[in-house]
């Protein structure tokens, strides 16, 4: 089965930084649309940021300018680079999968919490 396995969230400082990773496995992981999203205590689950299988980004205004979302095809992996974080970054940090055709896949979150 397809699994999206997240790693690198933690507790950091105001102003720290955090690099999340996810690690797809049985997707042909270089033709689909991967995309970060967060979800707050008592708040929506938001897109923070997307990567196209042709390496666009997009980003939301929020994070513009601190986050960095990347691919490695060759190791079916996915990575946001968190910089200057703030305590409202704090949330649970998922991962996505999906496929133009409609496939569509989460990875069981990794907690991010920006405290001092």
């Known amino acids: 089965q397809v699994q999206l396995v997240e790693s690198g969230g933690g507790l950091v400082q105001p102003g720290g930084s955090l690099r999340l990773s996810c690690a797809a496995s049985?997707?042909?992981?270089?033709?689909?649309?991967m995309g970060w999203y967060r979800q707050a205590p008592g708040k929506q689950r938001e897109l923070v940021a997307f990567?196209?299988?042709?390496?666009?980004?997009n980003y939301a205004d929020s994070v513009k300018g601190r986050f960095t979302i990347s691919r490695d095809n060759a190791k079916s992996t996915v990575y946001l680079q968190m910089n200057s974080l703030k305590p409202e970054d704090t949330a649970v940090y998922y991962c996505?999968?999906?496929?133009?055709?409609?496939?569509?896949?989460w990875g069981q979150g990794t907690q991010v919490t920006v405290s001092s």
């Open positions: 996505n999968a999906n496929h133009p055709v409609g496939y569509n896949y």
């Open positions: 049985r997707i042909i992981f270089s033709s689909y649309v």
């Open positions: 990567i196209t299988s042709s390496s666009k980004t």
